[in-house]
């Protein structure tokens, strides 16, 4: 049984538009939400977090905005770049540390 | 400073023998956490330790997987009696302390495929 799941797959952005990841999860509980970033042959590196009493958080060209009531998170990478190509994984984490991962959504970005 | 290390990256061994996978924390964090992922999978939580205790260790399939962190820096994960099924990328990561707001980075893995 999933608790956080990542529908898509796979995305395909052109360079410069806008990005958008998907993410649901089951839990209720969950308090905390990553987005990590993975390229091949390398372990998941930190892109962005929010915690659950807040509904949107930026980091440059990464937002992540949480809908708590719908239980939904999603990711904007604005404008897209070609070395944003990577597989993107939604995380949650309930009280401490243990981090709970989605299957992962591959972005390619074409120039 | 180096980042989180894991040795070997790759292991390949018959079903039913033993292996050890090693990783070496960022020096001065105190939290080390494995996981596993499976192809097409996500990373799936195993244990984590907070200095040489094993503080969560549920993620634990079976009584043939177990961990340890002796000096509370490097840590060793050991499984007896390999399966085929136990073919995947095992993850390490390490934060400064336990705690959603200590970022966790990761390993590169070790790749362990089971004939």
């Known amino acids: 049984d999933q608790q956080v799941k990542q529908n898509s797959p796979s995305l395909s952005v052109q360079e410069g538009r806008i990005s958008i990841l998907n993410c649901d999860y089951t839990n209720s509980m969950f308090d905390y939400f990553l987005w990590y970033k993975k390229y091949p042959a390398e372990g998941p590196t930190f892109l962005i977090s929010i915690s659950s009493i807040k509904d949107k958080n930026e980091d440059g060209r990464f937002t992540v905005f949480l809908n708590k009531s719908a239980k939904h998170l999603s990711l904007h990478i604005v404008p897209s770049q070609p070395g944003d190509s990577a597989v993107y994984f939604c995380a949650a984490s309930l009280g401490y540390s243990t981090l709970t991962f989605g299957k992962g959504t591959m972005l390619l970005v074409s120039p | 400073g180096a980042g989180v290390s894991q040795t070997p990256s790759n292991k390949v061994t018959e079903k039913g023998k033993y292996v050890e996978l090693r990783c070496d924390p960022i020096s001065g964090h105190t939290a080390l956490y494995w996981y596993r992922q499976s192809l097409g999978q996500g990373p799936e939580f195993l244990i984590y330790?907070?200095?040489?205790?094993?503080?969560?260790d549920s993620g634990l399939p079976n009584d043939r997987f177990f961990a340890v962190r002796p000096e509370g820096s490097v840590s060793t994960l050991k499984i007896q009696r390999t399966e085929r099924g136990d073919s995947a990328v095992y993850l390490c990561a390490s934060s400064l302390e336990a705690g959603r707001n200590n970022e966790q980075f990761f390993g590169p893995g070790t790749r362990l495929t089971v004939l």
């Open positions: 330790f907070q200095g040489t205790g094993a503080a969560d």
